[in-house]
Structures are given as structure tokens and as C-alpha cells.
């Protein structure tokens, strides 16, 4: 395994709690986060395509341990935390709530793992916030070995996502 380089410098200018509100923000003004289990059905897809980027930036930097790969698995991670963002609107959950949970190690096959159980409390209609909790805190497990906060990750994944064009088809946001 490659050494870890110095670890991206922290940088949050908004607290969870804001970024929660401006993610929502973004989502409604996209038309994603109709309380519906095909909307929940999409943004999970949208949550499973996330999880394997970032299993894909993880990689990456375990290869080449360079500082650009371990900003792009903040970006990535970041990522899968604006899909459990909005997932929690769609439900009618704050994400905020949702976080709070047992502490161990996890990998990107176990982020997967919990990401399916998630998706069916979805079909049977009854996704709770432990459900929600379980993919994000299994998220941050996942990342805490090179020191990344997930405030630092959504804050990353915010800048990237705040002036994105698009449209919307099938209830997944599709960029310009």
C-alpha cells in the first residue's frame, strides 16, 4: 500500500446543517427529491453509481498515493454523501438526524453491502434514518484512515455539484 501523502487541507466553510440546506436547495430547484419510491428507486441508483467511483478513486490512490488521488476520494466520497443527502429529503429524514451509529471497519464492498440493504427498505417503503446512517457512517469509516472529515467531503462535492446545468429525465439529474 502506497504511503499516505499530507493529508487535503480541511476546509468547510459551511457546517453540516448548510450544506444539508443548500444540497436540498439544489435538489428541489433539479426536481429530485419527489416523495416516491421511483424517485427513491433513482437516487439509490444514483448512491450505487457514487459508491463505485469512489471504490475506483480509492483504488487509485492506493496505486499511486499521489495528494491529486486522495482529493478526488474526498470528491468522490463527498459524492456519495449528497446522494444520502437528498435520499433522506426524499424520505422525508434530515440528514443531519440520520448520522450517529457504532463504530468499525469497513470496506468498499461493505459500503455496497449496506447501500443494497438500503435499497430494499426502499421497495418495501420502509427506509428509516438507521438505514441511511448505516451507508454514511460505513462511508466515513472508510475514508477516516487518510484523516478526511465527511463535512470536508460534502463541502468538496458542493462546489463541484453548486453551479451544475442540466436536466432532469427519470428522476436522475443529468449534466450539461
Known amino acids: 500500500m502506497a504511503t499516505s501523502p499530507a493529508t487535503p487541507p480541511s476546509y468547510h466553510p459551511h457546517s453540516l446543517d448548510e450544506l444539508q440546506s443548500l444540497i436540498i436547495e439544489w435538489g428541489a ?29 480509492i483504488a487509485a490512490f492506493k496505486a499511486f498515493g499521489s495528494y491529486s488521488n486522495l482529493k478526488e476520494v474526498r470528491l468522490e466520497a463527498g459524492d456519495v454523501l449528497v446522494t444520502l443527502v437528498l435520499q433522506a ?3 422525508g429524514l434530515s440528514f443531519a438526524d440520520c448520522l450517529g451509529g457504532p463504530n468499525q471497519p469497513v470496506d468498499g464492498a461493505r459500503l455496497a453491502f449496506f447501500a443494497n440493504r438500503l435499497k430494499d427498505q426502499i421497495n418495501r417503503e420502509r427506509v428509516a434514518a438507521q438505514h441511511i446512517s448505516s451507508v454514511a457512517h460505513r462511508l466515513e469509516w472508510l475514508v477516516a484512515p487518510w484523516n478526511l472529515e465527511p463535512v470536508d467531503c460534502l463541502e468538496a462535492a458542493w462546489c463541484k455539484i453548486r453551479d451544475r446545468t442540466g436536466r432532469t429525465v427519470g428522476g436522475v439529474f443529468i449534466k450539461d
Not at 39 to 54: N, S
Request: charged content about 40%.
Open 89 to 91: 429529503e426524499i424520505q
Open 29 to 57: 430547484s433539479k426536481g429530485l427529491l419527489a416523495r416516491s419510491k421511483e424517485q427513491a428507486l433513482a437516487q439509490h441508483g444514483k448512491t450505487e453509481e457514487e459508491i463505485e467511483e469512489l471504490k475506483k478513486a
